[in-house]
């Protein structure tokens, strides 16, 4: 079952929505329209393909950024020249690394990643409280070991309520965080909605 086949069954009514526990983490990019790929586990990463660039909305986890970035060159070669974050949580900002590295090995600029002006600010607070997040984060998912990052990719670009990018719109709006980002209608395509599909569950703050 794909993520497109799982959606249908939960609109049916058929099984709850818990994409963490449906077992499809671990299929890569996943074209759900055309040109718009979905990489589901913890921290969906949807990926937009425009005019021969690719567009990242979210970017996926601290603990699989080489495999975020392998599963996306399965799906295609062309250049991530942007990512955008929906919020500052750490599993959705955490994989562009391997695509800046990419773009310097190529010659050619490192993408340009956006978010809202909270997000610089949450990466602030995260750097101050690291200890603690890392103790609450251990007793919230059962991970021992883990450790709370305490360096961040900060946004090349912040904006307060709306901005353009290229051919996708994007809207500040609050909802699990103070930092979120919607994106609006792409121009010139379907339209892609930051919910199109429920994401798993965040780390938290």
């Known amino acids: 079952m794909d993520i497109t086949e799982y959606a249908d ?3 049916r009514g058929e099984v709850p929505d818990s994409i963490v526990r449906a077992g ?26 425009h005019g021969g660039e ?29 990512a955008v974050y929906s919020h500052g949580h750490i599993d959705h900002v955490s994989g562009v690394g391997p695509f ?3 773009a310097g090995t190529a010659g050619r600029p490192r993408p340009t990643v956006v ?5 610089a600010v949450r990466f ?4 101050l409280t690291g200890g603690y997040n ?3 984060n251990r007793r ?42 919607r994106p609006g209608a792409c121009r010139g395509r379907r339209t892609a909605g930051a919910r199109a599909t429920r994401r798993s569950p965040g780390c938290r703050r």
Do not use: C
Not at 66 to 78: P, Q, S
């Open 100 to 102: 800046d590295a990419e």
């Open 134 to 136: 890392a103790v609450v």
């Open 9 to 11: 069954t939960v609109w």
């Open 124 to 127: 602030e607070r995260y750097v």
């Open 140 to 181: 919230q998912f059962q991970i021992p070991d883990l450790t709370w990052p305490t360096e961040y990719r900060h946004p090349d670009v912040a904006y307060r309520d709306v901005m353009s990018l290229g051919h996708v719109e994007l809207f500040h709006a609050k909802g699990e965080t103070d930092d979120a980002t």
């Open 115 to 119: 978010g809202h002006e909270a997000v």
């Open 24 to 49: 499809l983490a671990g299929q890569g990019f996943v074209e759900i329209a055309d040109d718009v790929g979905l990489r589901g586990g913890f921290g969906n990463v949807i990926a937009l393909r």
């Open 54 to 82: 690719v567009t990242l909305f979210d970017t996926g986890n601290p603990f699989d950024a080489d495999r975020l970035h392998a599963d996306l060159r399965a799906w295609t070669d062309e250049p991530v020249t942007a």
